[in-house]
Structure formats: structure tokens, C-alpha cells
């Protein structure tokens, strides 16, 4: 956690590292306005936006995004369609202005799932946003597609169980650090603050490893409804969090 001063407000206040994001609430956004669930996911870009934004502007240094469940390929093969259509398309809207401000792309997730076109799209966007040697990105903006967090879990268990195939005695030494090295957030750290807009108060199978001792913040706000200034409220809520990670502070 570092101390920070928000460029554009006169507070300082305690900026967290990693924030993390499960966006909810595009359908209702839409069908609150008479329209279909999918325009509620095209506004939803926008407010994309916005955070990135937002976070470069605050000093945060990571932002991630729960885009895609692997639930989600449960929805109606439509909707299903029309988000990874979405993401495509955010992908080549967006990349040279994320390039443009320093910040590295990312999609985490079990790219398995995605059609070969979108993978390609992602791997070029990856590279294209990726800092020169030597150089920090401004923002890791991580997006999560087709990921759950007992998904992530058992994919770690699978490659420990092949790296300690021969050699099970090792297996008595594996610690968290160890084990959190083979999640697809390797090198990623633990999100300082998790937010879940439109009310609903759960954590969905979203970063269960990661998220152990991450910050919770719920808010009433739709998605398509969450800006900066919201985003700025939740980081000044966090700076008001006294974390104690099970200890007596
Ligand atoms: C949840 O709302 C939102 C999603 C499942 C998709 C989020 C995707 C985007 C905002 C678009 C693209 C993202 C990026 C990173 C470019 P919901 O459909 O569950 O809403 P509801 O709970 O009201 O039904």
C-alpha cells in the first residue's frame, strides 16, 4: 500500500495497490431503460473506461476486472456471442489509447474456451501494450475472461501434482507462495481492495486464493452507472479500512 496524493484532490489518502472489480448489473441497467440485456454491456465499456482512467489518475498500479465467468457460458448463446464480440471489439477501440497512457494489457482465464480469433486479438494486444525491457507500465490493467477462482485452484493443484509427480515428499514443504505461483495471477499482488456493483453482496467464485484478505466494498451503483467519481469514492472508502490481516493492530 502506498501513501499518495490524488493528483486532481487536496486529501492524501492511502491509495491501494490492486483493485479489483466484479462488474454486475449491465442487464438491469438495460432493462430498466426498456432495452435488451446487451446494450447494458456496450455501456458498460464505457464505465471500463472510465476506471482505467480513474486509477492511472489516482496512482493505483493495478486495476482488474471480472469480465467473464465460467459460468457465463451458461447465459444464452446471444448474450454469450455479444460479450465476446464486445470484448473484440474494446480491444481494437481501445488498445492504442491504453498504449498511449502505459498501460500493459492483460487477460487472465482459461483462454482454452475462447475462439481462436479473440485469442489472437488478445495475444497481439498483449504484446502491443507490453513495456519496453527495463521499463514499469503507469497500470497492469488485467482483464478476467472464462475465469473462476476454484477453476484457477484446481489448475495450480494439476501443476503441482505434475511437478512433484516424481518426488512426493516435496509436497510437505509447498507453502502459499509456492502454491500462488502456479494461479494465473503469478506475479500479481493480491487485490488491496475488491468492489462488486449493483448490490448483490457475494463474491461469485471470483479470486477465492487471492482475495483472502482484500478489502470488500459493495455499492448500490449498475455498472454502467459506475464513473469516476465512484471510483474515486471507493478508493477514499478503502483509505478509511484499518487492515489488520488477523492480527491486533
Ligand atoms: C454483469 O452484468 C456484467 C458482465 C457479465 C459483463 C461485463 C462486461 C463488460 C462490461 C463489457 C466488456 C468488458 C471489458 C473489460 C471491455 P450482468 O449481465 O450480470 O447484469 P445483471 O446482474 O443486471 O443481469
Not at 492511472?56 to 448463446?77: D, K, M
Not at 471507493?234 to 491486533?248: Q, T, W
Request: charged share 30%.
Amino acid at each position: 500500500m502506498v501513501e499518495n496524493k490524488f493528483r486532481n484532490m487536496e486529501e492524501t489518502v492511502k491509495v491501494p495497490v490492486h483493485v479489483s472489480i466484479i462488474m454486475d448489473g449491465n442487464g438491469r441497467w438495460a432493462q430498466q431503460r426498456g432495452h435488451e440485456r446487451v446494450y447494458g454491456h456496450s455501456h458498460g465499456v464505457e464505465s471500463v473506461r472510465a476506471c482505467v482512467e480513474a486509477a492511472v489518475e489516482t496512482g493505483v498500479r493495478y486495476l482488474s476486472l471480472f469480465a467473464f465467468s465460467e459460468e457465463n457460458w451458461g447465459r444464452p448463446e446471444s448474450e454469450v456471442d455479444t460479450l465476446m464480440s464486445l470484448m473484440f471489439k474494446a480491444i481494437a477501440d481501445e488498445i492504442e489509447a491504453l498504449k498511449k497512457q502505459g498501460v500493459r494489457f492483460r487477460v487472465l482465464g482459461n483462454m482454452e474456451r475462447l475462439s481462436p480469433k479473440l485469442r489472437e486479438s488478445i495475444h497481439k494486444a498483449e504484446e502491443r501494450t507490453a513495456p519496453e525491457p527495463g521499463k514499469e507500465p503507469v497500470l497492469d490493467l488485467i482483464v478476467f475472461l472464462s475465469y473462476s477462482g476454484k477453476w484457477d485452484i484446481l489448475q495450480a493443484a494439476r501443476k503441482l501434482a505434475v511437478k512433484y509427480a516424481s518426488d512426493p515428499s516435496g509436497l510437505e514443504n509447498v507453502d502459499a507462495a509456492e502454491f500462488g505461483d502456479l494461479l494465473v495471477t503469478a506475479g500479481v499482488p493480491d487485490p488491496d481492495l475488491v468492489i462488486r456493483t449493483s448490490g448483490e453482496q457475494r463474491i461469485s467464485n471470483y479470486l477465492l486464493w487471492q482475495a483472502a484478505y482484500s478489502e470488500l466494498l459493495f455499492v448500490d451503483t449498475l455498472w454502467p452507472d459506475f464513473g469516476k467519481d465512484e471510483f474515486r469514492a471507493a478508493v477514499s472508502e478503502y483509505s478509511k479500512r484499518n487492515r489488520r490481516y488477523g492480527k491486533v493492530k
